[in-house]
């Protein structure tokens, strides 16, 4: 008597996701930025502090974000009031401003030796390694969300991205500026990034009486 072909039985894996906040990630609030900052200034993380503006008011994504140059952001030896940015997805120029605060924690980060002679303006610690990774600055972005008690699964790069928008269109409700900071080509697309249905729902239920 022949002993038919059973299918092998495999172990099963635990879900890769347990556990895990998967999904869009949570834009700070302005507290989160303060005390964030707070903490930068008190262990005069002059990197940090200098990387921590121009993530959010940039509104870049990560890969164009380690890849800013010190021409980005500096001409004639001075730091620049506006930046202009080459976006890697979409072939198109950003531009964002520097505030005054901002341009002082980069004038501070430019006379750091580990960026002397530097073309990127957030140079790696190896040679082989021009700027820091896509993944560096992920794990700095998870440094300083547990830094405040935050949960680190709720937040990641694209929460810098989302940060000032998420704010601009509390202030405003203007969706059309937010798609045009975004660069976004359809408004769906602002209007899916900013999770707007979910999240102000509830807020335009309550002002609203019959």
Same mark, same amino acid.
């Given at each position: 008597?022949?002993?038919?072909?059973?299918?092998?039985?495999?172990?099963?894996?635990?879900?890769?996701?347990?556990?895990?906040?998967?999904?869009?990630?949570?834009?700070?609030?302005?507290?989160?930025?303060?005390?964030?900052?707070?903490?930068?200034?008190?262990?005069?993380?002059?990197?940090?502090?200098?990387?921590?503006?121009?993530?959010?008011?940039?509104?870049?994504?990560?890969?164009?974000?380690?890849?800013?140059?010190?021409?980005?952001?500096?001409?004639?030896?001075?730091?620049?009031?506006?930046?202009?940015?080459?976006?890697? /997805?979409?072939?198109?120029? #950003? &531009?964002?401003?520097?505030?005054?605060?901002?341009? +002082?924690?980069?004038?501070?980060?430019?006379? %750091?030796?580990?960026?002397?002679?530097?073309?990127?303006?957030?140079?790696?610690?190896?040679?082989?390694?021009?700027?820091?990774?896509?993944?560096?600055?992920?794990?700095?972005?998870?440094?300083?969300?547990?830094?405040?008690?935050?949960?680190?699964?709720?937040?990641?790069?694209?929460?810098?991205?989302?940060?000032?928008?998420?704010?601009?269109?509390?202030?405003?409700?203007?969706?059309?500026?937010?798609?045009?900071?975004?660069?976004?080509? /359809?408004?769906?697309?602002? #209007? &899916?990034?900013?999770?707007?249905?979910?999240?102000? +729902?509830?807020?335009?239920?309550?002002?609203? %009486?019959?």
């Amino acid at each position: 008597m022949e002993t038919p072909n059973l299918p092998a039985i495999r172990a099963l894996r635990p879900v890769w996701n347990k556990g895990r906040i998967v999904g869009q990630k949570r834009p700070l609030k302005p507290k989160h930025v303060w005390a964030i900052r707070v903490r930068l200034e008190l262990a005069e993380a002059r990197r940090n502090l200098a990387l921590i503006k121009p993530a959010i008011d940039s509104k870049l994504r990560s890969c164009d974000l380690v890849k800013m140059k010190v021409v980005d952001i500096m001409a004639s030896g001075q730091i620049k009031e506006r930046a202009s940015v080459l976006q890697s /997805k979409t072939q198109k120029s #950003v &531009r964002f401003e520097i505030s005054q605060g901002t341009r +002082a924690s980069l004038a501070r980060w430019m006379g %750091e030796p580990l960026i002397i002679g530097s073309e990127y303006l957030w140079p790696g610690r190896f040679h082989e390694r021009l700027h820091i990774s896509t993944r560096q600055y992920a794990r700095i972005v998870r440094e300083w969300v547990t830094s405040i008690g935050l949960e680190a699964s709720a937040y990641g790069t694209h929460s810098m991205r989302r940060t000032k928008v998420t704010q601009i269109y509390k202030k405003t409700e203007n969706l059309r500026a937010v798609q045009l900071l975004l660069r976004h080509t /359809k408004m769906d697309s602002t #209007v &899916r990034y900013l999770g707007v249905e979910l999240e102000y +729902a509830p807020d335009i239920a309550e002002v609203i %009486e019959i």
